[in-house]
């Protein structure tokens, strides 16, 4: 009987239209006729709120995907936009915040997922807030004595965040790869001893508990940005993490690369413009200093400009944190080692400490001129 029911033209042309819509679905999701609004709930809506908001969207013929966000619950509504009116309804439903439809492939790095401004608090800092943030260090941590000094200069000059490479992505295997576990150990140490939060990058997914253990930030590099089993396992770390743009990457890219790690669980993203390759070779790289206004419209996400492998050389490095203040990025983060001529890596690029001092005066005086709510 069943059969040949199977086999009347009516079934068979809803299978075909639903086996359409799963391929749409599956290989376009958002961007064509997958999820096309979003239901914010507020921050304190209870599992019961959200539940009924859910049933709700299944009896006007919708279907409901929900993400449990760390602040709050979006509920993305995928179906036919016939019914639009029926979804605005939603707003009146307790629980609510609004509605709004989805216009970017990324959803929860986008402005329209959130109000405000992403703010990430490590001990007494606060990246993304109204203070503008100096991440400095050497580019590896080559031996105890050159990162404890190191750390003296960025303690001394008034840096925020302490910085130095324990694996280091090298073009050449022949290179100098970084001290690892040792260099791990060493950072914390100096951090402890400067009392600042430190950051360094993770460049295997099978490093990630490790490197957990011992930074407060972990850093994605410009060239692991698209390693996407890397940022899923980020995703799952409970520390902030930085993401450095890609040499290649544009910003869309970028943004859903830090979708990744948001929706792997890690509200706590924080975006870095380090210069993109271009035709130009006077410099190491091309700040697009553009991004950062771009941006800043397009996510709450905090976001960090690197001068010092942007430019590929320390003389660019204050000219291009000034522009960093006036343009509106929250922070930047620099090379500087002790004696930059015996550097095992990126030594040209780096700020000799009295260079150093000069910059962490200029932002002083740029941040309170520059740095105010236009800004932001
Ligand atoms: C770094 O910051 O140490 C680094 C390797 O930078 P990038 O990934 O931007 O090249
Ligand atoms: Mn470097």
């Not at 590099?221 to 899923?232: D, E, I, S």
């Not at 413009?273 to 697009?288: K, P």
């Amino acid at each position: 009987m069943g059969r040949s029911n199977d086999s009347t033209p009516w079934l068979f042309i809803f299978k075909v239209r639903a086996m359409v819509e799963k391929f749409t679905m599956a290989f376009f999701g958002g961007k064509t006729g997958g999820r096309k609004m979003i239901i914010v709930m507020k921050r304190n809506a209870t599992k019961a709120q959200i539940d009924l908001v859910m049933k709700w969207v299944e009896s006007v013929g919708y279907k409901s995907h929900p993400s449990y966000g760390v602040e709050r619950t979006i509920i993305g509504v995928v179906g036919d936009d016939r019914n639009k009116a029926h979804l605005k309804q939603a707003e009146s439903l307790s629980g609510v915040e609004n509605t709004m439809p989805i216009l970017k492939p990324y959803k929860l790095a986008s402005r329209e997922a959130k109000e405000g401004n992403t703010t990430i608090r490590i001990k007494n800092i606060e990246i993304g807030g109204p203070q503008f943030i100096v991440m400095a260090g050497p580019c590896s941590i080559e031996s105890e004595e050159q990162l404890m000094e190191s750390a003296y200069i960025v303690k001394k000059g008034g840096g925020n965040i302490l910085r130095g490479g324990a694996f280091k992505p090298r073009t050449s295997p022949y290179s100098f790869q970084g001290m690892e576990e040792e260099g791990l150990k060493l950072l914390k140490k100096a951090g402890e001893a400067i009392d600042i939060p430190v950051i360094t990058e993770v460049l295997n997914t099978s490093d990630v508990d490790l490197v957990e253990e011992y930074a407060d930030i972990l850093q994605i590099g410009a060239r692991n940005v698209q390693n996407f089993a890397l940022l899923k396992k980020v995703g799952g770390a409970r520390k902030p993490v930085m993401l450095k743009r890609g040499l290649m990457t544009t910003i869309e890219e970028l943004l859903m690369s830090a979708e990744y790690i948001i929706s792997s669980g890690n509200d706590n993203v924080i975006l870095c413009e380090r210069g993109i390759r271009t035709f130009e070779t006077a410099t190491r790289n091309t700040l697009d200093i553009s991004a950062v206004p771009v941006l800043k419209e397009l996510t709450h996400l905090p976001v960090i400009v690197d001068p010092s492998h942007a430019s590929g050389h320390w003389k660019y490095i204050i000219p291009l944190t000034r522009a960093a203040v006036a343009v509106g990025a929250d922070g930047v983060m620099v090379e500087v080692h002790p004696e930059p001529e015996k550097a095992f890596s990126d030594g040209m690029q780096s700020l000799k400490p009295a260079k150093f001092y000069q910059l962490m005066e200029e932002v002083k005086i740029l941040e309170k001129t520059m740095r105010t709510e236009i800004y932001r």
